[in-house]
């Protein structure tokens, strides 16, 4: 079993729509949770970054964290074309070195 | 401030060439990482370097070694390519403390090996 899930599309949505994306993950060790949004040909820029259980609000993105259940999602509201691309979730533990990725989720917003 | 830095961006190699592909960073990050990115395969951990001095090898170590330089620098050979190293490769690195632990990454290298 992988240590991190993410279903890996294609989503498809019209503009406007809210977004949602998911992972799920099998290390109840995670403490630390990124989400990444990577445009074709670049590399993965850092979105939204949650320390533990809870909820995170910027702009138009909304991370969630359910240490509980092991999932973590990323909500777009008010979706825009400009938000096509990959999705890419990240976990990490307090211990040890290293990051664990989901294999990313391919989203297109249809004006 | 620039971020993290890799170079080339692209780059073709005959099977059996060596190269060097280099990333430097300017965020004063102590850990550093070289992942390998391939279709329906996702992001997967060549080599990294939690500090200056230190590499450890990942997921997917063979066929590569690695340098770390200073603190901003740590670059990745390939010493005889071979196409299964066709893919894109980032550098990334990271300040690994209690409050913090988000990675950064650079813009990558799109190389092919014939």
């Known amino acids: 079993q992988k240590e991190v899930e993410q279903d890996p599309g294609p989503l498809s949505v019209p503009e406007g729509a809210i977004v949602s994306l998911n992972c799920t993950y099998s290390?109840?060790?995670?403490?630390?949770f990124m989400w990444y949004r990577q445009y074709s040909r670049k590399g993965p820029e850092l979105l939204m970054y949650t320390y533990s259980s809870g909820n995170k609000e910027d702009g138009r993105f909304t991370a969630q964290v359910d240490k509980s259940s092991k999932y973590i999602s990323l909500f777009i509201r008010d979706s825009q074309p400009s938000d096509s691309a990959t999705y890419l979730c990240?976990?990490?533990?307090?211990?040890?070195?290293?990051?664990?990725f989901g294999t990313g989720t391919s989203l297109t917003v249809i004006p | 401030n620039a971020g993290v830095t890799q170079t080339p961006k692209f780059q073709v190699l005959k099977t059996g060439q060596s190269m060097t592909l280099q990333c430097a960073q300017d965020?004063?990050?102590?850990?550093m990482y070289w992942y390998r990115q391939d279709p329906g395969m996702g992001l997967r951990l060549i080599y990294y370097?939690?500090?200056?001095?230190?590499?450890d090898k990942g997921e997917v170590p063979n066929g590569y070694n690695v340098s770390r330089l200073n603190k901003r620098e740590f670059s990745l050979r390939l010493e005889s390519a071979a196409p299964s190293q066709t893919s894109v490769y980032f550098c990334a690195s990271s300040e690994l403390t209690a409050a913090r632990r988000e990675q950064y990454f650079g813009p990558g290298t799109r190389l092919t090996v014939t």
């Open positions: 290390n109840s060790a995670f403490q630390y």
């Open positions: 370097s939690a500090s200056e001095g230190t590499t």
């Open positions: 965020m004063n990050h102590n850990s």
């Open positions: 990240a976990m990490s533990a307090n211990t040890g070195n290293q990051f664990y």
